[in-house]
T-cell receptor
Framework: DTGVSQNPRHKITKRGQNVTFRCDPI?????LYWYRQTLGQGPEFLTY????????KSRLLSDRFSAERPKGSFSTLEIQRTEQGDSAMYLC???????????FGDGTRLSIL | AQKVTQAQTEISVVEKEDVTLDCVYE???????LFWYKQPPSGELVFLIR??????QNEISGRYSWNFQKSTSSFNFTITASQVVDSAVYFC?????????????FGQGTRLTINP
């Protein structure tokens, strides 16, 4: 069990640029989640995959956001035309059977200049 | 609708004091799970405990204990003989299996500072 891995740890970009983050879940976990955490707040759910299928998306996930999980392994989260309000920590988590705890990666901190 | 409230934004105590972090939740489901996570200054969320709605037994793990009371919709967390290493932000979270994704709904967190 090597844990959930996220890359990059930090991303600084100019407003309007596109960014992509990667998450590698714990290998035996078939469920993968993305959350966003802003300063002083708890994480907020963005989207969820079971294997390769994206089964739920939050209303927080605007059209500029897209997530994929090809082959049910790693996942990517892309933000197009970034805005100041996108600055946050993006967290990935994975889990296995229902009700089991989600294990989180270290997150990717996005800063929009 | 799901909601988790952690009314204590910040708590500061002196080392070796006991401290209790409060968590109140709202749900319409009869089956749900409650969690506590710790987020130290380094940023990663560390899982501490999971409790399902049918198990109201309190739990103790070393200096940590949890008090689950369905009657008051509370799931409080107590640290006994606190240590400086306990300083972190602590989050209470709720998930509802019937809702499909079993996403976690987090409270706003309680920042705990243990002073030497």
């Amino acid at each position: 069990d090597t844990g959930v891995s996220q890359n990059p740890r930090h991303k600084i970009t100019k407003r309007g640029q596109n960014v992509t983050f990667r998450c590698d879940p714990i290998s035996e976990h078939n469920r993968l989640y993305w959350y966003r955490q802003t300063l002083g707040q708890g994480p907020e759910f963005l989207t969820y995959f079971q294997n390769e299928a994206q089964l739920e998306k939050s209303r927080l996930l605007s059209d500029r956001f897209s997530a994929e999980r090809p082959k049910g392994s790693f996942s990517t989260l892309e933000i197009q035309r970034t805005e100041q309000g996108d600055s946050a920590m993006y967290l990935c988590a994975s889990s296995s059977p229902p009700g089991q705890p989600q294990h989180f990666g270290d997150g990717t901190r996005l800063s929009i200049l | 609708a799901q909601k988790v409230t952690q009314a204590q934004t910040e708590i500061s105590v002196v080392e070796k004091e006991d401290v209790t972090l409060d968590c109140v939740y709202e749900t319409r489901d009869t089956t749900y799970y409650l969690f506590w996570y710790k987020q130290p200054p380094s940023g990663e969320l560390v899982f501490l405990i999971r409790r399902n709605s049918f198990d109201e037994q309190n739990e103790i793990s070393g200096r940590y204990s949890w008090n689950f009371q369905k009657s008051t919709s509370s799931f409080n967390f107590t640290i006994t003989a606190s240590q400086v290493v306990d300083s972190a932000v602590y989050f209470c979270a709720l998930s509802e299996p019937a809702q499909g994704a079993q996403k976690l709904v987090f409270g706003q967190g309680t920042r705990l500072t243990i002073n030497p």
